[in-house]
């Protein structure tokens, strides 16, 4: 006799250095279904000492003026295996901020709205 699978939930992280918008952004996760918020971090460390890490999906917004670069969070989460979920505007983009190399490391999107529905399509 064979089982019902199990439904996969999507084990996610978001990194916010802003708070509130961080709060706005778990809030939003939540509602998703299929999706599991497993760490909300306000920082690069924050992420990696949360002994729920790696998650299968880090959602990253890189903040003005923050010390680790957004190309080395990156690197840091590929490396863990971690698909990585880049909310960076056409500013930051043409900025040179992000590195060629992570390019193919990450799924870049425009705004977290964006990466809501990337979550929340069928897989």
């Known amino acids: ?6 439904h996969h939930l999507t084990t996610v992280a978001v990194v916010d ?3 509130a918008a961080l709060a706005e952004k778990v ?8 999706v599991e918020v497993r760490i909300a ?3 690069l460390g924050e992420l990696l000492t949360d002994p729920a890490f790696p998650p299968d999906v880090a959602i990253i917004e ?5 010390r680790v670069t957004i190309n080395y969070k990156i690197r840091v ?5 971690a698909r990585v979920i880049v909310v960076a505007d056409k500013a930051a983009e043409r ?3 992000l590195a060629p190399d ?3 490391l990450m799924t870049p999107v425009r705004t977290f709205e964006k990466a809501l529905r990337l979550l929340a399509a069928p897989r």
């Open 27 to 34: 809030a939003a996760l939540r509602a998703l279904d299929g």
């Open 77 to 81: 989460c590929r490396l863990a295996n």
């Open 102 to 104: 992570v390019a193919s």
């Open 17 to 19: 250095a802003d708070r």
């Open 95 to 97: 900025s040179g901020e």
């Open 1 to 6: 006799m064979m089982s019902e699978p199990e």
């Open 41 to 43: 971090a306000g920082s």
């Open 62 to 66: 890189q903040r003005e003026g923050e």
